[in-house]
């Protein structure tokens, strides 16, 4: 049983199927033939067909789809409006204000009366200094996508709808909803002209939208790359990552000589990374038992009355009193730490705050480099350089000096002092950032095989997907009658259950990509993981709509397009009417089923609902209420991809199914809307990449989109039997190239790097990196000691602690509770022997977060 796409002499369309071929009868659809006879039309919707001719593709599946999209919609969106009152009411901010525990200073009022409305109202510059340029690009393309499905709607609505309906063109394929596609026109029809300058005002809009969008993004990009994100701290724009460091150059002190002798008194900090996985297990192994005790402490609280924890010991399986096992293990976790650590002594003293004395001249020099403190210089040199790595942080002084070492060949070898500008250090993932550079290339290419290979097998699910959409040939290829593809109950199958199927199929890959980049791959950065994400999630979306259009598994198309490469295009052109209403769904569940159950956050409601259900708050620890108002944020990687498809599809179905266009409105303006009013009050992006992932690296798919709509155009014209349309259809292909070349070379690649004439303009205007205080921002945090946990922290904040902190929402201490804190501040003053005093930190610490104490036998006499 294989997919095969028929030809209908009659009504000049081609439609997919599954069919069951014979050994000697198989289909050859490379050369446009097929194994059953052609015939005319006898019924309409909702009336047998003859065998052999194609199915008509009728409304009902769209209605249905629509009604329950619809519906939900109206569920969640009526579950937002009372929730968000109810919240109001209460100053509550955890579920649809979140951004006001973190990102006060960068939201709107909370609660306003109008969510839409206020949301609409915001300024694109406000909107920017809100959200960051990531959020802002991506908002930025929405609103591109709903500008290009606006032009298509009217062309749509005013020229291309009115000349295809009225076509000559008849048969089951041109019934229905394909009455107002190019399927109702005849081939070699004068009508094609309107096709042809409705693709041309199209493309040339699309082209002056993206000239635009450019521009808007050379002006903040550009300043992103100066200046950073405002709530950035201020090192990290003067910082780079240096991979491939030869061994003798594996210590700050030589690295350091190294780049002082490129650099002269611009080289501030050095932090050559050190393989340390020994203290990090430990330092893990510290943290949970500090989650665990805290946990404890938590219940005892909660339930005074219930019978104390106890835990086995995994040494000799005895049970023992929770708490004091937790707070024997952290303090033996605490020794241990002390002891390892030790064998890094140089570099914790690197890795601490140093004093500085460079002093700023006005005329972008400086007088004097930084000098050590006096624990750098009496720390004993490394005992073991093994333990060194090649990868480590530079942080310069000047940005004229950064991004010389970006841009220029520093060494002559391209795996020896290679330079990149150093991410955001929130995103920076310790546990890979030791990997060598070429153990990473050599896992990513195993894996780009890998998934390759998987675009190929990617055929097979989505072949069953498309199955289910075709769901009367599923019912002939098993002999039995096809059903009335009227019925509401046909509609629900064959237009709901596909789109829902291939949505999980996607989020499964999507999970798989990523955990190859983390665990595989082992990149070193969160932005990195969502680039690497986003590309190959793309692809595979990208790959959706060829195969769901071809059909069946890639593998069966080889030899065609061995003999006939052209051939794949043709095909992919000549189903396109058919699979229309597939897409069509796509896009209404993505929509109306996708608004009100984003504003409501129901998911984010009902896990909390059942956490609280299964764990009272009396139960959650500091941390775990501390956790829970921390805003989620946008996984580009995941959330940009389904966007694209929507785009490639909106774009290759102008011209042959423009009611399309409509729909993509509907799904654009929304999402724009929607997504606007959620970054500025929900949404908080943990990192920020300037934009990187949600354009520059977002752009080429856009371009790869038009140009594919481009060739399609040109495929079906050929189709049509109409070559002077065709040939023109050149046109705009080689228009879009040209454009192409002149946008890379004058925006694209300029715009990788900040220029040196705007770096040293900078450096002139703000002045070179000058603190006297300078903290290691890209420290290793196993070896930092200021900020250490060392114990657990209060099970609750008194109420100054949390006014001093900032806290919205002050929630009554019963007095019980006030003098267990009270004894338990007390005997937590004067911490055990050997332990380090822990205090906030502005540099490192957590926003709003309580320093932890040290865990004392005092301690547990509070909870007994």
Same mark, same amino acid.
């Given at each position: 049983?294989?997919?095969?796409?028929?030809?209908?002499?009659?009504?000049?369309?081609?439609?997919?199927?599954?069919?069951?071929?014979?050994?000697?009868?198989?289909?050859?659809?490379?050369?446009?033939?097929?194994?059953?006879?052609?015939?005319?039309?006898?019924?309409?919707?909702?009336?047998?067909?003859?065998?052999?001719?194609?199915?008509?593709?009728?409304?009902?599946?769209?209605?249905?789809?629509?009604?329950?999209?619809?519906?939900?919609?109206?569920?969640?969106?009526?579950?937002?409006?009372?929730?968000?009152?109810?919240?109001?009411?209460?100053?509550?901010?955890?579920?649809?204000?979140?951004?006001?525990?973190?990102?006060?200073?960068?939201?709107?009022?909370?609660?306003?009366?109008?969510?839409?409305?206020?949301?609409?109202?915001?300024?694109?510059?406000?909107?920017?200094?809100?959200?960051?340029?990531?959020?802002?690009?991506?908002?930025?393309?929405?609103?591109?996508?709903?500008?290009?499905?606006?032009?298509?709607?009217?062309?749509?609505?005013?020229?291309?709808?009115?000349?295809?309906?009225?076509?000559?063109?008849?048969?089951?394929?041109?019934? *229905?909803?394909?009455?107002?596609?190019?399927?109702?026109?005849?081939? !070699?029809?004068?009508?094609?002209?309107?096709?042809?300058?409705?693709?041309?005002?199209?493309?040339?809009?699309?082209?002056?939208?993206?000239?635009?969008?450019?521009?808007?993004?050379?002006?903040?990009?550009?300043?992103?790359?100066?200046?950073?994100?405002?709530?950035?701290?201020?090192?990290?724009?003067?910082?780079?990552?240096?991979?491939?460091?030869?061994?003798?150059?594996?210590?700050?002190?030589?690295?350091? !000589?190294?780049?002082?002798?490129?650099?002269?008194?611009?080289?501030?900090?050095?932090?050559?990374?050190?393989?340390?996985?020994?203290?990090?297990?430990?330092?893990?192994?510290?943290?949970?038992?500090?989650?665990?005790?805290?946990?404890?402490?938590?219940?005892?609280?909660?339930?005074?009355?219930?019978?104390?924890?106890?835990?086995?010991?995994?040494?000799?399986?005895?049970?023992?009193?929770?708490?004091?096992?937790?707070?024997?293990?952290?303090?033996?976790?605490?020794?241990?730490?002390?002891?390892?650590?030790?064998?890094?002594?140089?570099?914790?003293?690197?890795?601490?705050?140093?004093?500085?004395?460079?002093?700023?001249?006005?005329?972008?020099?400086?007088?004097?480099?930084?000098?050590?403190?006096?624990?750098?210089?009496?720390?004993?040199?490394?005992?073991?350089?093994?333990?060194?790595?090649?990868?480590?942080?530079?942080?310069?002084?000047?940005?004229?000096?950064? *991004?010389?070492?970006?841009?220029?060949?520093?060494? %002559?070898?391209?795996?020896?002092?290679?330079?990149?500008?150093?991410?955001?250090?929130?995103?920076?993932?310790?546990?890979?950032?030791?990997?060598?550079?070429?153990?990473?290339?050599?896992?990513?290419?195993?894996? !780009?095989?890998?998934?390759?290979?998987?675009?190929?097998?990617?055929?097979?699910?989505?072949?069953?997907?498309?199955?289910?959409?075709?769901?009367?040939?599923?019912?002939?290829?098993?002999?039995?009658?096809?059903?009335?593809?009227?019925?509401?109950?046909?509609?629900?199958?064959?237009?709901?259950?596909?789109?829902?199927?291939?949505?999980?199929?996607?989020?499964?890959?999507?999970?798989?990509?990523?955990?190859?980049?983390?665990?595989?791959?082992?990149?070193?950065?969160?932005?990195?993981?969502?680039?690497?994400?986003?590309?190959?999630?793309?692809?595979?979306?990208?790959?959706?709509?060829?195969?769901?259009?071809?059909?069946?598994?890639?593998?069966?198309?080889?030899? %065609?397009?061995?003999?006939?490469?052209?051939?794949?295009?043709?095909?992919?052109?000549?189903?396109?009417?058919?699979?229309?209403?597939?897409?069509?769904?796509?896009?209404?569940?993505?929509?109306?089923?996708?608004?009100?159950?984003?504003?409501?956050?129901?998911?984010?409601?009902?896990?909390?609902?059942?956490?609280?259900?299964?764990?009272?708050?009396?139960?959650?620890?500091?941390?775990?209420?501390?956790?829970?108002?921390?805003?989620?944020?946008?996984?580009?990687?995941?959330?940009?991809?389904?966007?694209?498809?929507?785009?490639?599809?909106?774009?290759?179905?102008?011209?042959?199914?423009?009611?399309?266009?409509?729909?993509?409105?509907?799904?654009?303006? %929304?999402?724009?809307?929607?997504?606007?009013?959620?970054?500025?009050?929900?949404?908080?992006?943990?990192?920020? %990449?300037?934009?990187?992932?949600?354009?520059?690296?977002?752009?080429?798919?856009?371009?790869?989109?038009?140009?594919?709509?481009?060739?399609?155009?040109?495929?079906?014209?050929?189709?049509?039997?109409?070559?002077?349309?065709?040939?023109?259809?050149?046109?705009?292909?080689?228009?879009?190239?040209?454009?192409?070349?002149?946008?890379?070379?004058?925006?694209?690649?300029?715009?990788?790097?900040?220029?040196?004439?705007?770096?040293?303009?900078?450096?002139?205007?703000?002045?070179?990196?000058?603190?006297?205080?300078?903290?290691?921002?890209?420290?290793?945090?196993?070896?930092?000691?200021?900020?250490?946990?060392?114990?657990?922290?209060?099970?609750?904040?008194?109420?100054?602690?949390?006014?001093?902190?900032?806290?919205?929402?002050?929630?009554?201490?019963?007095?019980?509770?006030?003098?267990?804190?009270?004894?338990?501040?007390?005997?937590?003053?004067?911490?055990?022997?050997?332990?380090?005093?822990?205090?906030?930190?502005?540099?490192?610490?957590?926003?709003?977060?309580?320093?932890?104490?040290?865990?004392?036998?005092?301690?547990?006499?509070?909870?007994?």
């Amino acid at each position: 049983m294989t997919w095969t796409i028929y030809y209908n002499a009659t009504s000049d369309v081609w439609t997919t199927a599954l069919v069951n071929h014979s050994s000697d009868n198989d289909s050859d659809v490379w050369t446009n033939t097929s194994s059953a006879e052609s015939s005319n039309s006898t019924g309409s919707g909702g009336e047998q067909q003859e065998e052999g001719e194609p199915t008509i593709t009728t409304w009902s599946g769209i209605w249905v789809t629509f009604l329950v999209s619809a519906l939900q919609c109206l569920v969640f969106y009526a579950f937002f409006l009372y929730q968000r009152h109810q919240d109001s009411k209460k100053n509550s901010v955890d579920l649809y204000e979140p951004r006001q525990h973190t990102r006060k200073h960068r939201s709107p009022a909370p609660f306003a009366t109008s969510w839409w409305k206020s949301a609409w109202e915001v300024e694109q510059d406000e909107l920017l200094r809100c959200v960051g340029l990531d959020s802002f690009m991506f908002l930025r393309f929405l609103r591109l996508g709903a500008q290009l499905c606006g032009l298509g709607s009217v062309l749509a609505v005013l020229v291309l709808i009115p000349v295809y309906a009225t076509g000559d063109n008849r048969g089951n394929a041109t019934l *229905q909803f394909n009455q107002i596609t190019l399927a109702r026109v005849e081939a !070699a029809s004068p009508r094609l002209w309107a096709s042809l300058l409705a693709w041309y005002l199209f493309v040339a809009f699309v082209l002056y939208a993206f000239w635009n969008e450019w521009q808007l993004f050379r002006t903040h990009r550009s300043a992103f790359l100066a200046r950073g994100d405002q709530d950035m701290p201020q090192e990290y724009r003067y910082a780079v990552r240096v991979e491939g460091i030869p061994p003798e150059f594996r210590t700050d002190k030589a690295l350091k !000589a190294y780049f002082e002798r490129l650099f002269p008194n611009q080289v501030q900090q050095v932090t050559v990374l050190l393989e340390m996985t020994q203290l990090q297990k430990l330092i893990q192994e510290r943290q949970e038992n500090i989650e665990k005790l805290e946990q404890v402490v938590a219940f005892l609280h909660a339930k005074p009355d219930k019978p104390r924890p106890v835990i086995k010991r995994k040494d000799d399986a005895e049970e023992v009193d929770a708490v004091e096992h937790h707070e024997a293990e952290i303090a033996r976790l605490n020794l241990e730490i002390d002891q390892e650590r030790s064998t890094f002594q140089n570099n914790v003293a690197e890795q601490s705050p140093q004093t500085t004395t460079t002093k700023n001249t006005g005329d972008g020099t400086t007088e004097a480099p930084p000098h050590t403190t006096e624990l750098e210089e009496t720390a004993p040199a490394k005992d073991d350089d093994s333990k060194a790595t090649s990868t480590a942080f530079v942080t310069f002084t000047s940005l004229r000096a950064k *991004q010389a070492a970006i841009q220029c060949e520093l060494t %002559g070898n391209p795996d020896r002092m290679v330079v990149f500008a150093a991410p955001d250090p929130k995103g920076v993932l310790w546990d890979n950032v030791t990997v060598s550079l070429t153990q990473q290339v050599i896992f990513q290419k195993q894996a !780009a095989l890998v998934f390759s290979a998987g675009v190929c097998f990617w055929a097979i699910p989505v072949a069953f997907v498309t199955a289910i959409a075709n769901l009367n040939g599923i019912l002939q290829g098993l002999g039995l009658p096809p059903a009335d593809p009227t019925a509401a109950w046909y509609g629900l199958i064959s237009g709901l259950l596909p789109v829902i199927f291939l949505s999980v199929l996607m989020a499964v890959l999507y999970m798989a990509i990523v955990a190859a980049a983390t665990h595989l791959v082992r990149y070193k950065s969160a932005a990195e993981v969502d680039a690497y994400a986003l590309y190959w999630h793309q692809l595979f979306q990208l790959a959706n709509l060829w195969l769901i259009l071809i059909g069946g598994s890639a593998f069966d198309q080889i030899d %065609g397009m061995i003999n006939d490469p052209t051939g794949i295009i043709d095909i992919i052109a000549t189903a396109m009417p058919g699979a229309s209403v597939f897409f069509v769904n796509m896009m209404l569940v993505g929509s109306f089923g996708a608004f009100g159950l984003e504003l409501s956050m129901l998911p984010t409601y009902g896990v909390s609902l059942v956490m609280k259900l299964i764990q009272p708050e009396a139960m959650l620890t500091q941390r775990q209420l501390d956790q829970a108002k921390t805003p989620p944020s946008i996984v580009w990687g995941e959330q940009v991809p389904p966007v694209v498809f929507v785009f490639l599809v909106v774009i290759v179905y102008m011209p042959i199914v423009p009611i399309m266009e409509v729909f993509g409105v509907v799904y654009f303006a %929304g999402y724009y809307l929607v997504y606007k009013h959620q970054c500025l009050h929900v949404y908080a992006q943990e990192f920020e %990449g300037g934009g990187d992932a949600t354009w520059q690296k977002l752009f080429p798919f856009l371009m790869a989109c038009l140009y594919m709509g481009e060739l399609i155009f040109i495929a079906y014209m050929g189709i049509k039997e109409a070559p002077v349309q065709g040939a023109f259809g050149f046109v705009p292909l080689v228009v879009t190239i040209a454009f192409h070349m002149h946008l890379s070379r004058t925006i694209v690649r300029p715009l990788r790097n900040l220029s040196l004439e705007m770096a040293a303009q900078v450096d002139i205007d703000d002045g070179e990196l000058d603190q006297n205080t300078a903290s290691v921002l890209y420290g290793m945090p196993a070896l930092k000691t200021e900020g250490e946990e060392r114990g657990p922290m209060p099970y609750r904040r008194s109420e100054v602690e949390r006014d001093e902190e900032g806290g919205d929402v002050v929630q009554p201490i019963d007095d019980e509770q006030r003098d267990n804190e009270t004894v338990q501040e007390k005997h937590s003053a004067a911490p055990e022997e050997g332990s380090v005093p822990i205090h906030s930190n502005e540099e490192g610490g957590e926003v709003g977060r309580a320093a932890p104490r040290s865990v004392t036998s005092s301690t547990v006499l509070t909870l007994q």
